[in-house]
């Protein structure tokens, strides 16, 4: 745990039980029900852009993580003192600008980790991170036109820094390189290794690979991107890109697809689990259904999937409006926006339901050796986009 971490623990425990929220207490609910795992499949393809990527990198160059963070330009505040809740271990919020920035939404949620474990601190390149997904619409009530990650640093030996990479999808050739915006809602994010799963709703994930992040021109317009007749590469005046590399495609024998809304890793079985968020009856914009939650497995021994993984664990759900799921020993948590409540459930033990955040977005469990475990969430309401953890061990049933 940094010292910023046990200060911040420290600070705000004191204004827990004044706050907002009361002393959780687990209320009896009901519980998933298990569906045939092996109806729910997924196809892996990481070297779907290798040709035009090797050309991007050689034309561009890459930023490693620690150099992106040298370099992280906008301020991270701390969360506000009117807000508290049981088991607050600690969190922050973005600066004024994307606090209250009606076009850009944050989503998903992991940390540097989910990408490590424990070991060095759970630092990656040197540096103990937070990593946010975002999508960004045409204006105040457009259409969603791309996405980006945000990397905070959680870590006393550092500022209290993070910085914006705009993620793309490789376009051109290898003569003439290219990349365009990636238009999706980026509602949950996964980092594992080396590699970052992005949810792609329709579809399953992409995957981006944080060794590849390439440096790019800020100047320019703020609508450019990609390359520009002068051979100059433009990205909306970001200074970074995180081009995709591959995706997972997602396939079901079950009659209905799958809606990817959120996902989470669970570092003990090395699997994703993914959920739906879907609503009983009345949605034009969402399924009118029950939600499921299915875990895929990983390759054993690494950080990707195989070429075809059947899933492990699929189940039909009792909830809706769930934008966050995550898993750990046999534990779920499901997070529902519409209900403000948290679900917690085992086979052996059921469920409880907690009292939550209103706007509640993904949940990404923080492992750590010598202090309680976390949940860290996050809510995307525009001037009230508090990032925080919760000691997992009082939302466990």
């Known amino acids: 745990m940094s010292l910023q971490h046990r200060f911040l623990r420290a600070t705000l425990a004191a204004g827990v039980l004044a706050g907002v929220f009361a002393t959780p207490a687990a209320a009896a609910a009901a519980v998933p029900a298990t569906l045939p795992a092996g109806q729910y499949t997924l196809t892996a393809d990481y070297h779907r852009y290798d040709t035009v990527n090797a050309a991007l990198v050689s034309t561009l160059g890459t ?40 076009a850009n939404y944050p ?28 999508y960004t619409k045409d204006g105040c009530d457009g259409d969603q036109q791309r996405s980006r990650i945000t990397l905070a640093d959680w870590d006393a030996t550092y500022p209290n820094k993070y910085r914006k990479i705009l993620l793309v999808e490789p376009t051109g050739t290898a003569t003439t390189p290219d990349f365009k915006d990636i238009p999706i809602h ?9 590699y970052l799963y992005v949810a792609d709703t329709g579809r399953g994930m992409r995957v981006f690979d944080m060794r590849k ?25 970001y200074a970074y890109v995180l081009p995709q590399v591959g995706t997972i495609t997602s396939a079901t024998t079950s009659g ?18 993914m959920t739906e968020y879907t609503c009983p009856s009345g949605c034009t914009a969402y399924p009118n259904r029950a939600p499921r939650a299915i875990r895929y ?11 075809t993984t ?33 679900y917690y459930w085992t086979p052996s033990t059921g469920s409880a339901t907690y009292a939550w955040v209103s706007s509640g977005e993904s949940i990404s469990y923080w492992e750590d050796d010598t202090a309680a475990d976390l949940l860290w969430t996050l809510q995307e309401a525009a001037g009230s986009r508090n990032v925080f953890a919760v000691e997992q061990a009082t939302y466990d049933g």
């Open 63 to 102: 930023a490693a993580v620690h150099t992106v963070m040298d370099n992280a330009n906008h301020d991270r505040t701390a969360l506000p003192s009117s807000f508290s809740m049981p088991g607050l271990a600690g969190g922050f919020r973005f600066d004024s600008g994307d606090n209250s920035d009606c």
């Open 310 to 342: 059947t899933a492990s664990q699929a189940l039909q759900l009792p909830w809706y409006k769930l934008n966050g799921v995550a898993s750990h020993n046999g534990r779920w948590w499901f997070q529902s926006s519409g209900a403000k409540q948290l």
């Open 256 to 273: 209905t697809n799958l809606a990817w809304s959120s996902i989470s890793l669970d570092r003990v079985t090395k699997s994703i689990v």
């Open 107 to 134: 989503q998903g949620i992991t940390t540097s980790r989910d990408a490590v474990g424990t070991a060095g601190g759970g630092t990656y390149d040197g540096h103990q991170l937070v990593l946010v997904s975002w």
């Open 186 to 194: 980026a509602g949950g994010v996964s980092w594992y290794g080396d």
């Open 297 to 307: 497995p990983f390759a054993a021994g690494t950080t990707t999937f195989a070429a």
């Open 213 to 237: 992040i390439l440096k790019t021109d800020t100047g320019g317009t703020a609508d450019q991107i990609g390359r520009q007749p002068s051979g100059t590469y433009y990205a909306h005046n």
